[in-house]
């Protein structure tokens, strides 16, 4: 059974950093694309950033670039974001996700497995 499983969340004035950690478990890791999403109070589901198997590829929200850095140590199982320079508007539930596939992907449909979430809250 694939699990995800992120940490990390909590709450930070506008301004600062967090890491977060996605753990997966039940398949072989670095062979496929991990995703960060995030949901926002009373918004839909959007995509923040993902990254190849390998980690030699990355793609960034305009939202968020220059200010989130993603990787992976595929030997840990674990896929990283580090969020800079947080803004109150960053304030969301982060839900890292996992394709069936290598190549990095920014639709949410394209991810068949899902970790439970973390919050994350920035306060002005």
């Known amino acids: 059974q694939v699990q995800l499983v992120e940490s990390g969340g909590g709450l930070v004035q506008a301004g600062g950093s967090l890491r977060l950690s996605c753990v997966a478990s039940g398949r072989t890791f670095s062979n496929y694309a991990i995703g960060w999403f995030r949901q926002r109070p009373g918004k839909e589901r959007e995509f923040v950033t993902a990254i190849s198997w390998s980690g030699g590829s990355a793609y960034y929200a305009d939202s968020v670039k220059g200010r989130f850095t993603i990787s992976r140590d595929n030997a840990k199982n674990t896929v990283y974001l580090q969020m800079d320079s947080l803004k109150p508007e960053d304030t969301a539930v982060y839900y890292c996700?996992?394709?069936?596939?290598?190549?990095?992907?920014?639709?949410?449909?394209?991810?068949?497995?899902w970790g439970q979430g973390t919050q994350v809250t920035v306060s002005s």
């Open positions: 996700a996992s394709t069936n596939h290598r190549v990095l992907d920014i639709t949410p449909s394209s991810y068949n497995y």
